[in-house]
């Protein structure tokens, strides 16, 4: 059974500060997807990470695939209030997606005015 | 820009009725899935569907679940006698390739009395 680990759990800092989340399996995978989650609502994809060392950038958002495709992270600049959320990551597993994606827990933050 | 979608937003039932979940994935897309989430915790795969067919199922996933593309466009959940641990989020979601990312639903929200 895969497993993906996330940190910290929950986040709160002050507006204007940057931050770093986590995502970790001892597991490799395919890819990896990090969504945001708001309350009550459906997961919504920011991005996708496939290739090992991989970075994408989404305006203020960094993200990190690890060189062996077991963890990623999530670093974000002068954070500010609408990134509050809940932020997953969600990994394919090398035999392809038909087993359906495995969620970490997700790391809530909360970005303070 | 395309977007899976989900009927009924919310649905209350008694424990030991049947219930159909709803879900429109995105017309392009030849993979779909069931995922849930019970409040608080992660969201957990539940079946994965290809070519009218299942490809994957999850333990969650015993005899009293069912899913259906019945026409073009819908893809259904049935839960035949539901149970109070029935209670969750269900998310919908569909793709391209299995290998791919998936796009999600903004989910029903089942309530089992």
């Known amino acids: 059974t895969q497993l993906l680990e996330q940190s910290p759990q929950f986040l709160s800092i002050q507006e204007g500060e940057n931050l770093t989340v986590y995502c970790n399996s001892s597991?490799?995978?395919?890819?990896l997807q990090w969504y945001r989650q708001e309350p009550g609502e459906g997961p919504v994809l920011l991005v996708t990470v496939v290739t090992g060392g991989e970075v994408k950038k989404l305006k203020r958002l960094t993200f990190q695939f690890g060189d062996a495709r077991k963890d990623s992270s999530l670093h974000i600049t002068a954070a500010q209030p609408g990134d509050t959320g809940l932020y997953l990551c969600?990994?394919?597993?090398?035999?392809?997606?038909?087993?359906?994606?495995?969620f970490g827990k997700g790391t809530h933050l909360i970005i303070q005015p | 820009e395309p977007e899976v979608t989900q009927t009924p937003s919310h649905q209350v039932t008694q424990m030991g009725q049947e219930v159909i979940l709803r879900c429109v994935p995105i017309?392009?897309?030849?993979?779909f899935y069931w995922y849930r989430q019970i409040l608080g915790q992660k969201v957990e795969f539940l079946v994965s569907f290809y070519n009218n067919e299942i490809s994957e199922k999850s333990e969650i996933f015993d005899d009293q679940f069912s899913v259906e593309r019945p026409d073009g466009s819908n893809f259904t959940l049935k839960i035949r006698s539901t149970k109070l641990e029935d209670s969750a989020m269900y998310f919908c979601?569909?793709?391209?390739?299995?290998?791919?990312?998936?796009?999600f639903g903004p989910g029903t929200r089942l309530t089992v009395l």
């Open positions: 017309s392009n897309h030849l993979y």
């Open positions: 979601a569909s793709s391209e390739d299995q290998r791919y990312e998936q796009f």
């Open positions: 969600a990994g394919i597993s090398p035999g392809g997606g038909a087993d359906g994606l495995t």
């Open positions: 597991s490799v995978f395919s890819s």
